[in-house]
Structure formats: C-alpha cells, structure tokens
Nanobody
C-alpha cells in the first residue's frame, strides 16, 4: 500500500522560505508511471492545486499564484518530492498535502488522486 508523509511545515514571516517534503513509501506501480502533486487548503476555502510533477517526463506544473516562487522537485529515486517555497505571502497560509496519482498522465484535480498524505501546516504571518 502506497503511503505519503509530509513534513517541513511551520510558521514564517512574509518573504520567508520553507521546504516541504513528501516521502513516498510502499509504492509498487511501474516506476515511471505516477504523478505527485501538492495541494493546499485553508480554513473556509476550497482545496487548490499548488504544483504537480509527472515522473515520466519530469515536467512540473504550477498554479499561477506560486509561479516563480515555488519549485517542485523529486530526489533522484523519486522517494521524496520537495516543494521549495520562497517569498512566502500571508495568502500562502494553509495545510499543504501531497497526493499521488497512478498512471500515464498527471492531473491538477484533487478528485483524481487516490493517495494522500496527512498534511502539514504552513503559516505565514508577521
């Protein structure tokens, strides 16, 4: 059974940085056929995709509000996928989740992802 575990959240001031980690364990699908995405959800708001990356191509996708500030990247073995977050803003405050989608394509819709981590809180405030 595939499991995801996020870590790295915390409290920072605006313009600060954090690096989130998503550790993948128990994965048995063909090694190059999955997509990892980071989503976030704040209280009273809808869940939104932040970034996604497909192992087959390594091509990342980002939501417009984080382009140029966030970077999604895997380690060499794709056992950990990172989300480097720079120039953080108050509006980035949320619980951040990583999710995994099996198959030959990526998705930006949370409903397509069957495997989720427990989430890690990111709070940006002065």
């Amino acid at each position: 059974q595939t499991r995801l575990a996020e870590s790295g959240g915390g409290s920072v001031q605006p313009e600060g940085s954090l690096r989130l980690s998503c550790v993948v364990s128990g994965y048995r699908y063909p090694f190059d056929r999955h997509c990892i995405a980071w989503f976030r959800q704040d209280l009273g708001k809808e869940r939104e995709v932040v970034a996604a990356i497909y192992r087959g191509t390594g091509t990342p996708s980002y939501t417009d509000s984080v382009k140029g500030r966030f970077t999604i990247s895997p380690d060499e073995a794709w056992r950990t996928v990172y989300l480097q977050m720079n120039s953080l803003k108050v509006e980035d405050t949320a619980i951040y989740y990583c999710a995994l989608l099996y198959g030959s394509m990526c998705s930006l819709s949370g409903s397509d992802f069957p495997v989720w981590g427990q989430g890690t809180q990111v709070t940006v405030s002065s």
